[in-house]
Nanobody
């Protein structure tokens, strides 16, 4: 079992920045691919960004490429999502997720989930 705890959400104006963090206590963090997915009201969870277990590979959903950056610090058991140039359409609950195998753009493929953190971008 992997516990994931997100932090860093909040309210920001369009064009602003936020950094989300996801802590995963335990000794197995470095074995998991990590991802960020989001869910807007009335919609399903959608892939935003992912990073491989080693940190050597990343993937991004097209609408966030060039604006968001995913990174991880395996020594601190933490994964980050730096979000710049935020838009109102980025408003959603953001979830951290872990997968034993690899990054996946399919939400149902992720094995473990955090509780989510709200990001609201005002226009």
């Amino acid at each position: 079992q992997v516990q994931l705890v997100e932090s860093g959400g909040g309210l920001v104006q369009a064009g602003g920045s936020l950094r989300l963090s996801c802590a995963a206590p335990g000794r197995t963090f470095s074995r998991y691919a990590m991802g960020w997915l989001r869910q807007a009201p009335g919609e399903g969870r959608q892939f935003v960004a992912g990073i491989s277990a080693s940190g050597g590979s990343t993937d991004y959903e097209d609408s966030v490429k060039g604006r968001f950056t995913v990174s991880r610090d395996n020594a601190k058991n933490t994964v980050y999502l730096q979000m710049n140039s935020l838009r109102p359409e980025d408003t959603a609950v953001y979830y951290c997720a872990a997968d034993r195998a690899a990054i996946s753009r399919v939400a149902t493929r992720w094995d473990y989930w955090g509780q989510g953190t709200q990001v609201t971008v005002s226009s």
